[in-house]
């Protein structure tokens, strides 16, 4: 879904005119950037983790302990991702931009928060 979205936004960058034009431009430098790779790949892992819990709590017969245990299992799986799968997820963003040829920041340099 990614790659024909930046087409469709390189065909009215190429295309278009006017304040149309602009906006395709801005999004797709939006969406071109290692940050909004990341949390694209971030938001889809934790969607696939909570998918159960979230289908279980909408269940109208579901009762509190199953609901605690549920709640319990989905905070494990997300914690295992962050200890054991955070490298091969990082490699997955990593090559999803390389093959996009989207810039990736240097991780061992140090991070400085705006402001500082």
């Known amino acids: ?3 024909p979205t930046c087409e469709v936004l390189l065909k009215i960058i190429k295309d278009g ?4 034009k602009g906006d395709a431009d801005l999004t797709y430098e939006s969406i071109t950037t290692f940050e909004f790779i990341f949390v694209l790949h971030l938001e ?3 969607m696939e983790i909570t998918d159960l819990l979230c289908k279980a709590l909408q269940r109208q017969s579901q009762d509190i302990c199953n609901a605690l245990r549920l709640v319990a299992s989905t905070k494990l799986l997300l914690q295992k991702m962050k200890d054991e799968r955070w490298d091969g997820f990082l490699s997955l963003v990593m090559s999803f931009c390389q093959e996009r040829n989207i810039d990736i920041p240097d991780m061992t340099s ?5 402001g500082t």
């Open 17 to 20: 005119t006017g304040p149309i």
């Open 44 to 46: 889809q892992e934790i």
């Open 110 to 114: 140090p991070y400085f928060t705006r």
């Open 1 to 3: 879904m990614f790659s």
